[in-house]
């Protein structure tokens, strides 16, 4: 179990980094898991190429909140390839069913390695893409209302 | 097991063999060794503990073999043909409904097979509406619903039980209304008013795949009948679980389902008075259920076979009749003792586990072993995956019945239900468990 439910997840579930609203996002998304009733909206802002602003709420298990917390985290800031580039990096993780993917790409997941132990659980792995997915939808969302910098996501959970 | 099955056509269908009735040895039952599945090992060799028979109930070995015989030597399309496998298989369907209607306190011809107990309640409320829209002559108007008329279902429902009904309101422009649940997750008898001299049809079910909570069936039909609303019971978590006998209950309409009680997926059941089904329009329509085709127009068969449209799942309806000729030689009201039994150790314990809140009646009088509960500041999804590392299968989320999580302030929940194979080792391994699940979220 231990191996599951990572410290780092279990302190995520409980800070909640970036949980809240943006004053006035340039793109959102609403994601629900059907099966559990869990919810999640993620708001962006852009500064050009830049993911400058991401707030979200919702609600969800210990999995759910900690992937949204840590891609607070990870990706506020970043330039949107980067973001995306993460993304489709961690998507591939939790496909991978409980595997470890190749070093360099563990290497640029830092902390969301911590969710390796989800793809063993073919239940638990929306948990985990749930906030990602609303991410997706809500860059691209973002990126159509910007005039569309940057390139569109493209690939599928 | 693996042995050759020997054709015995002249005693087809068989009576239960006499290894198949347990002896009774003490008030509990111990009937886990019938169950084949209850003897794997999951999640790294732990031994299954099944809590999740509200969901779907394991199937005896009896069961097993009897679809198995069947498909080995008597599988055949039912209701046409005239060789010998067609025969066979037509008598052990039609044998099968007479079992199931018999175990169900019902004349053979009020059970009308479906694919299991949602598409029993869309086929009531489709005949509703069918006969809303004019289908049926005259003797169906007794179903139309318009604008002027009420739905009465309640807060406590299953979606299959809530749904069907909302689409029917929204279709005939009728008024949909319910009867709320108090906060012990019981029906409010209190707020019964809410049927009423528009009220046309009463749709509640039998007990909760929530709360437990057995509804008082006596007294909501009182009222029903008073204003002369039809009465539809959802027996789903029921028949399983309590002795149900329909004519008893006087009930007018009754749904049912093969895998929630220790039968195959893919077979249910719909209880109909006679002259009701009479009356009722059909839902889905095609072959099997037809007299005189013409290609402007049809006349139907008369019930139940008006109600079974296309090839029939006849393997499944074989071994529904080994579940209730299961549950039969064990005796329901021993079935309902024994989980009586386990219900009373689940609820002690539950309110022994720090921060537990119970998601239903606190006292074990009216209720079945089937308890939803909330850990407050832990996710369901988060207990159910430390109890499942030890072994133990619970359900968790809404147990497709948002609206009485609701009325708790809560949208999921986990639920431990117990069946006839559930033994006290097994609800103590539960009450352990989640002992667990408490300390590592903690």
Known sequence: ?????????????????????????????????????????????????????????????????????????????????????????????????????????????????????VGRYSARVKCALLGWMALREALAQARLSTGGSGQAPHTQA | ?????????????RPPRESEVQPV???????????????????????????DTGATSQKPRQVLDAEREFNELHNAAVHRGAHQIAEEATEAFEAARSAVARFV???????????????????????????????????????????????????????ANLVPWQELAAKTGARLRWIPVTGEGRLDLQQLEVINERTRVVAFTHASNVTGAITDVATILDRAQSVGAYTVLDACQSAAHLPVDFHQLGIDFAVFSGHKMLGPTGVGALYGRRELLEALPPFLTGGSMVEVVTMEETTFMPPPQRFEAGTQ??????????????????????????????????????TQVPGVRLLGPT????????????????????????????????????????????SFGVHASTRASAGVYTTTADVEAFIDGLHKVVKFFA
């Open chain 2, 313 to 350: 799942m006849v393997a499944q309806t074989v071994g529904m009749r080994a579940a209730v000729d299961y549950l039969g030689a064990v005796g329901m009201g021993r079935v309902a003792a024994h989980e009586d039994h386990l219900a009373g150790i689940l609820l002690e314990g539950l």
């Open chain 2, 25 to 51: 040895l003490t008030d509990l039952l111990d009937l886990a060794s019938d169950f084949p599945i209850l003897s794997r090992k999951v999640r790294d060799g732990k031994p299954l503990v099944y809590l």
């Open chain 2, 105 to 159: 306190g019902a004349d053979v011809g009020e059970i009308v097979w479906t694919k299991n107990a949602t598409e029993a309640l869309n086929l009531i409320a489709n005949g509703f509406l069918n006969a809303s829209l004019g289908r049926g002559g005259s003797s169906a108007s007794r179903y139309k619903l318009g604008p002027e008329d009420e739905i009465v279902v309640t807060e406590l429902e299953h979606h």
């Open chain 2, 1 to 13: 097991m693996s042995s050759k099955p020997t054709a015995t056509i002249a005693s087809w269908p």
């Open chain 1, 1 to 117: 179990m231990e191996q599951l439910y990572q410290q780092v997840i279990l302190d995520h579930s409980k800070t909640r980094s970036g949980e809240g609203q943006l004053p006035a996002p340039n793109g959102q998304s609403f994601q629900v898991n059907p099966t559990c009733g869990d919810e999640c909206t993620v708001q962006v802002s852009l500064d050009g190429t830049r993911l400058s602003g991401l707030a979200w709420s919702g609600r969800g298990c210990s999995i759910s909140q900690a992937s949204l917390s840590l891609m607070h985290e990870m990706v506020e800031g970043e330039e949107l390839a980067e973001a995306e580039q993460l993304g489709e990096t961690f998507r591939e993780l939790i496909h991978n069913r409980g595997q470890d993917l190749v070093p360099e790409k563990m290497e640029l997941l830092e902390d969301l390695t911590a969710f390796t132990g």
């Open chain 2, 363 to 406: 006292s074990s009088e009216q209720r079945l072993a089937v308890f939803a509960f909330d850990v407050p500041g832990v996710h369901p999804h988060d207990v159910g995956q430390v109890l499942d590392d030890q072994g133990i299968a619970v359900r968790v989320g809404h147990h497709c019945a948002q609206p009485v999580h609701r």
